[in-house]
């Protein structure tokens, strides 16, 4: 089974979502301005919070791409980890926070909604932006991957960069549809309550998309395996080869985009210490020629007696 290596389709991500958040909030901020409405005001706030967040995932971007040294020996791919985990904190505090302060103050000093269509017709032109972006966004995974399903991709991605990016297009795009029914709403009873409660849907969104980010990419900072189905067919690949007696051990680990692999095997009798070398050399660049991902490859030949599984 042979697996195709990921090509940097986060900062493309990045991209698509950037361009469309500053043109969403320069036409939010406009209409906050113009009708006094607390759901624009709240998802201006997100679309500026959110610009700021992909220039983070920008800079993240920038950063794993810088070579490796003696001091990171394994380069510095989990720099994207650091900059993700930036972002959803500031998705927390910044979008989500500010959003639902927003909305609490509106409650408690109400005031009309003046030119409630301009407020609609800005959010609807906002929908079909962020739609549009999110859709561009989900059309940079890779084919296999979104056939299986955006929640399973969530789950199983090491890639927060794009995690992100999408996780914020599906966000705002959930503010805007939250702050559209509650300016309706508004429209319809004469009550700018529901105006309020707008804002502060916006927030409780962001927080909650802000939290389970955050909990995706504790995962990955703390060591998180590759997925299934990639260590079984690693495994049956090293099962097969003709050499290989039995595996004792196979850690596959996510570090950014590739993947360090651990290997304790049996090995078949070798006449000599330099055939046994030449036998490892020749699994670990078949197994990369196989798994481009795997770009570290440690492999420990085991005895017998000795091979019991360390974990």
Same mark, same amino acid.
């Given at each position: 089974?042979?697996? @195709?290596? /990921?090509?940097?389709?986060?900062?493309?991500?990045?991209?698509?979502?950037?361009? =469309?958040?500053?043109?969403?909030?320069?036409?939010?901020?406009?209409?906050?301005?113009?009708?006094?409405?607390?759901?624009?005001?709240?998802?201006? &706030?997100?679309?500026?919070?959110?610009?700021?967040?992909? !220039?983070?995932?920008?800079?993240?971007?920038?950063?794993?791409?810088?070579?490796?040294?003696?001091? $990171?020996?394994?380069?510095?791919?989990?720099?994207?980890?650091?900059?993700?985990?930036?972002?959803? !904190?500031?998705?927390?505090?910044?979008?989500?926070?500010?959003?639902?302060?927003?909305?609490?103050?509106?409650?408690?000093?109400?005031?009309?909604?003046?030119?409630?269509?301009?407020?609609?017709? /800005?959010?609807?032109?906002?929908?079909?932006?962020?739609?549009?972006?999110?859709?561009?966004?989900?059309?940079?995974?890779?084919?296999?991957?979104?056939?299986?399903?955006?929640?399973?991709?969530?789950?199983?991605?090491?890639?927060?960069?794009?995690?992100?990016? &999408?996780?914020?297009?599906?966000?705002?795009?959930?503010?805007?549809?939250?702050?559209? /029914?509650?300016?309706? !709403?508004?429209?319809?009873?004469?009550?700018?309550?529901?105006?309020?409660?707008?804002?502060?849907? /916006?927030?409780?969104?962001?927080? =909650?998309?802000?939290?389970?980010?955050?909990?995706?990419?504790?995962? !990955?900072?703390?060591?998180?395996?590759?997925?299934?189905?990639?260590?079984?067919?690693?495994?049956?690949?090293?099962?097969?080869?003709?050499?290989?007696?039995?595996?004792?051990?196979?850690?596959?680990?996510?570090?950014?985009?590739?993947?360090?692999?651990?290997?304790?095997?049996?090995?078949?009798?070798?006449?000599?210490?330099?055939?046994?070398? @030449?036998? &490892?050399?020749?699994?670990?660049?078949?197994?990369?020629?196989?798994?481009?991902?795997?770009?570290?490859?440690?492999?420990?030949?085991?005895?017998?007696?000795?091979?019991? $599984?360390?974990?």
């Amino acid at each position: 089974m042979v697996h @195709r290596g /990921v090509n940097n389709t986060a900062p493309r991500a990045a991209y698509y979502a950037l361009a =469309s958040n500053v043109a969403v909030a320069l036409c939010q901020y406009a209409a906050a301005a113009y009708t006094n409405s607390g759901s624009a005001l709240a998802e201006a &706030i997100h679309s500026s919070a959110d610009c700021v967040n992909q !220039l983070l995932l920008l800079m993240g971007s920038r950063a794993a791409s810088n070579r490796a040294d003696k001091q $990171h020996p394994l380069g510095f791919g989990r720099e994207t980890y650091f900059y993700a985990l930036l972002v959803a !904190l500031q998705i927390f505090l910044v979008g989500g926070v500010a959003s639902v302060t927003v909305g609490v103050v509106r409650l408690l000093h109400r005031s009309p909604l003046e030119h409630p269509y301009v407020v609609i017709a /800005v959010l609807c032109v906002s929908g079909v932006i962020e739609a549009s972006a999110l859709q561009a966004s989900i059309g940079t995974i890779d084919e296999s991957r979104r056939k299986a399903g955006l929640w399973k991709w969530f789950r199983e991605t090491g890639q927060p960069q794009l995690l992100l990016a &999408i996780g914020e297009d599906v966000a705002a795009l959930g503010g805007v549809l939250a702050s559209l /029914v509650a300016v309706v !709403l508004s429209v319809l009873t004469g009550s700018p309550v529901f105006d309020a409660c707008g804002g502060i849907a /916006v927030g409780l969104i962001l927080m =909650s998309t802000a939290i389970f980010s955050m909990r995706e990419i504790r995962s !990955l900072i703390v060591g998180e395996a590759a997925h299934r189905h990639v260590r079984q067919a690693m495994h049956a690949w090293l099962s097969q080869r003709p050499v290989v007696g039995h595996v004792v051990s196979l850690i596959v680990l996510k570090w950014a985009d590739h993947l360090v692999v651990a290997i304790q095997a049996e090995l078949r009798p070798h006449g000599s210490a330099d055939e046994l070398v @030449r036998t &490892i050399d020749r699994i670990g660049n078949d197994l990369k020629s196989a798994f481009p991902l795997a770009k570290w490859i440690f492999f420990e030949p085991k005895l017998r007696e000795h091979g019991s $599984h360390p974990l």
